[in-house]
């Protein structure tokens, strides 16, 4: 009897192998299914990040750009003398490499995604997506979340002289910058900069340098999706810099004049409005680019309330400008909104 | 004797049950990791002297393809049209010249802990890809610009370039590229 017991157990440990094996066969997706499967994106970001080129000339290293002419139609050589990026206390590109900086966070990082477009406005299409890390509220209390803190007030404002009117909050003024919405910690803003020699009919005239200190892109974006047949996108592109610094040097690098220095310096652009306003990016069968981004003329009034008050804006603020150590107070460049813009280049 | 049956089963069924291959569930699936990674050196040269169209191709692809050319027959050529409306192409064209390098790593890390308290929450695997110290350039040119047309030889072509990059000796660099799926499917 017992015997029997036994032999049972070990078919019906045969048969529960044999189910597991059954269960593990790819079976295919419903369409239903597949309606719910969503892209994941992939993040990333640069651990211990540093890099530096161009640096040490004299022993061959050169990175060169070409193809520039002067107004007298000589041609012009940027000669790039050193490109960094590293961590803070870079020194103005004295301490990169040893120096480095974590470009992204681990939690929040550069971001390639497929969004569906129905949750940002962009019915029925399906958007790709390239995000720096997001940003978090800090004083904001509406998205897109700013760096910066508004004194707002209510405006009403006609789109054009005798065209439709529409009432909202602007900027009256900026009170101050507030770090706390970025995403990136301070030890993960970068420095970075560009020392470069302008050659002018191979003659070197001049040392022109340019540094970034603190630098974060928290919260910018760029979409692009199909159009009829054309890739149309939206951009929102936000730049923060501790400080900004600008000089030039003789052709030798030495001897430097006063600098202009930007201190907290916010930039902050949206350019297109979903579907209704897009950015287009074309080529002219003559060889020149155009961008541009669309007209909103001809809009219903409805729609003009709206983008008046959620529309692309771009707010510029800079809390000090200094030249030669002299301060200068701050600049402010709020409320942009681009109505229609159209940028073509030409060949000179 | 009934004991003697009774190993004798037991024997007979071990093979059976004991060594069959089985399906890995999904929490055992979690738990194993990749071991070892890649150590990677590159050695990458491009239409060094024009591309192979410039040597072996059709007449009209034939140019002089020295180091200092800048013709649009020399070198690869990416060409974009982004759409009906725009008649025209976004081209990286004259893309040429050696890049080397030593010592890029591939492989799979397990981070929970470090990154000021971020790794312990993320907890999660993800592809390192170890950047080279160094990477050398010898001749390495790209430039960018618009043209009418997606090939140099095509009728009535035309092209503006806008401007040209150049680049010689090394750069220098450190640190890693670490790579994970984020999002919530």
Same mark, same amino acid.
């Given at each position: 009897m017992t015997?029997?017991?036994l032999?049972?157990?070990?078919l019906?440990?045969g048969?529960?192998?044999?189910?597991n094996v059954?269960?593990a066969?790819l079976?295919?997706?419903?369409?239903?299914?597949?309606?719910?499967?969503?892209?994941?994106g992939?993040g990333?970001?640069?651990?211990?990040?540093?890099f530096?080129?161009?640096?040490?000339?004299a022993t061959?290293?050169?990175?060169?750009?070409?193809g520039?002419?002067?107004?007298a139609?000589?041609d012009?050589?940027?000669?790039?003398?050193q490109?960094y990026?590293?961590g803070?206390?870079s020194?103005? @590109?004295?301490?990169?490499? &040893?120096?480095?900086v974590?470009?992204?966070?681990l939690?929040?990082p550069?971001?390639?995604?497929?969004?569906?477009?129905?949750d940002?406005?962009?019915?029925?299409?399906?958007?790709?997506?390239?995000? %720096?890390?997001?940003?978090?509220a800090?004083?904001s209390?509406?998205?897109?979340?700013?760096?910066l803190?508004?004194?707002?007030?209510?405006?009403?404002?006609?789109r054009?002289?005798g065209?439709?009117?529409? %009432? &909202?909050?602007r900027?009256?003024?900026?009170s @101050?910058?507030?770090?706390?919405?970025?995403?990136?910690?301070?030890?993960?803003?970068?420095?970075?900069g560009i020392r470069?020699?302008l050659?002018?009919?191979?003659?070197?005239?001049?040392?022109?340098?340019?540094?970034a200190?603190?630098?974060?892109?928290?919260?910018?974006?760029?979409?692009?999706?199909?159009d009829?047949?054309e890739?149309? /996108?939206?951009?929102?592109?936000?730049?923060?810099?501790?400080?900004?610094?600008?000089f030039?040097?003789?052709?030798?690098?030495?001897?430097?004049?006063d600098?202009?220095?930007f201190?907290n310096f916010?930039?902050?652009?949206?350019? *297109?409005?979903?579907?209704?306003?897009?950015?287009?990016?074309?080529?002219?069968?003559?060889?020149?680019f155009t961008?541009e981004? /669309?007209?909103?003329? /001809?809009?219903?009034n409805a729609?003009?309330?709206d983008?008046?008050?959620n *529309?692309?804006?771009?707010d510029i603020?800079?809390?000090n400008?200094?030249?030669? /150590?002299s301060?200068?107070g701050s600049?402010t460049?709020?409320n942009?909104?681009?109505?229609?813009l159209?940028?073509?280049?030409?060949d000179? | 004797?009934?004991?003697?049956n009774?190993?004798l +089963?037991?024997? =007979?069924?071990?093979p059976?049950?004991?060594?069959?291959l089985?399906?890995m569930?999904? !929490? !055992?699936?979690?738990t194993?990791?990749?071991?070892?990674g890649?150590?990677l050196?590159g050695? +990458?040269?491009?239409?060094?002297?024009?591309?192979?169209?410039n040597? !072996?191709?059709?007449?009209?692809?034939?140019?002089?393809?020295?180091?200092?050319?800048?013709d649009?027959?020399c070198g690869?050529?990416?060409?974009?049209?982004?759409?009906?409306?725009?008649t025209?192409?976004?081209? =990286?064209?004259n893309?040429?010249?050696?890049?080397?390098?030593e010592? =890029?790593?591939?492989?799979?890390?397990t981070i929970?802990?470090?990154?000021?308290?971020?790794?312990?929450?993320f907890?999660?695997e993800?592809l390192?890809v170890? =950047?080279?110290n160094?990477? !050398?350039y010898?001749n390495?040119?790209l430039?960018?610009a618009?043209?009418?047309?997606?090939?140099p030889?095509?009728?009535?072509f035309?092209?503006?370039?806008?401007?040209? +990059?150049?680049?010689?000796?090394?750069?220098? +660099?450190?640190?890693?590229?670490l790579?994970?799926?984020?999002?919530t499917?």
């Amino acid at each position: 009897m017992t015997d029997k017991y036994l032999i049972l157990i070990v078919l019906a440990t045969g048969l529960v192998g044999y189910t597991n094996v059954a269960q593990a066969e790819l079976t295919s997706l419903s369409d239903e299914a597949l309606g719910e499967v969503k892209g994941e994106g992939i993040g990333f970001m640069l651990e211990d990040f540093a890099f530096e080129a161009g640096a040490d000339v004299a022993t061959g290293n050169r990175l060169d750009i070409t193809g520039l002419t002067n107004s007298a139609g000589d041609d012009v050589v940027l000669s790039v003398s050193q490109f960094y990026i590293a961590g803070s206390g870079s020194n103005l @590109g004295t301490n990169v490499i &040893g120096n480095p900086v974590n470009l992204g966070r681990l939690l929040y990082p550069y971001n390639l995604e497929l969004l569906d477009g129905d949750d940002i406005g962009i019915a029925g299409k399906a958007v790709f997506e390239f995000a %720096t890390p997001q940003r978090f509220a800090g004083n904001s209390t509406e998205k897109p979340y700013s760096l910066l803190d508004f004194n707002m007030e209510q405006r009403t404002e006609s789109r054009y002289p005798g065209e439709q009117t529409a %009432t &909202g909050r602007r900027v009256d003024s900026v009170s @101050g910058v507030d770090l706390a919405a970025l995403s990136s910690r301070a030890s993960e803003r970068a420095d970075f900069g560009i020392r470069y020699d302008l050659m002018e009919n191979g003659v070197r005239a001049q040392s022109l340098e340019a540094h970034a200190q603190g630098v974060a892109t928290d919260g910018s974006f760029l979409r692009l999706w199909g159009d009829n047949n054309e890739m149309v /996108g939206n951009l929102e592109f936000n730049f923060y810099a501790q400080d900004l610094l600008f000089f030039a040097c003789d052709a030798n690098g030495n001897n430097c004049g006063d600098s202009v220095q930007f201190h907290n310096f916010v930039l902050e652009s949206q350019l *297109g409005y979903g579907e209704e306003q897009p950015v287009t990016f074309e080529v002219e069968s003559d060889g020149n680019f155009t961008i541009e981004v /669309g007209s909103i003329e /001809g809009k219903t009034n409805a729609f003009y309330q709206d983008f008046y008050a959620n *529309g692309p804006r771009t707010d510029i603020y800079i809390e000090n400008v200094s030249v030669g /150590g002299s301060d200068f107070g701050s600049a402010t460049v709020s409320n942009l909104q681009i109505q229609y813009l159209r940028a073509t280049s030409r060949d000179l | 004797m009934k004991a003697i049956n009774r190993s004798l +089963l037991l024997l =007979l069924a071990s093979p059976v049950t004991g060594f069959a291959l089985e399906p890995m569930s999904n !929490d !055992d699936l979690d738990t194993v990791t990749g071991q070892g990674g890649v150590y990677l050196s590159g050695d +990458l040269t491009i239409n060094e002297n024009g591309g192979p169209l410039n040597s !072996d191709g059709p007449a009209a692809w034939q140019s002089n393809c020295t180091a200092a050319s800048t013709d649009s027959k020399c070198g690869a050529r990416i060409a974009v049209n982004t759409g009906s409306s725009s008649t025209g192409w976004f081209v =990286l064209d004259n893309i040429r010249g050696r890049f080397s390098f030593e010592g =890029l790593t591939l492989k799979t890390r397990t981070i929970n802990s470090g990154f000021v308290g971020d790794g312990a929450q993320f907890n999660s695997e993800v592809l390192e890809v170890g =950047l080279p110290n160094t990477l !050398d350039y010898e001749n390495v040119s790209l430039t960018v610009a618009n043209s009418n047309s997606p090939r140099p030889t095509d009728v009535g072509f035309q092209q503006t370039d806008i401007f040209t +990059l150049n680049i010689n000796g090394q750069a220098n +660099l450190q640190g890693n590229l670490l790579v994970y799926p984020t999002g919530t499917p």
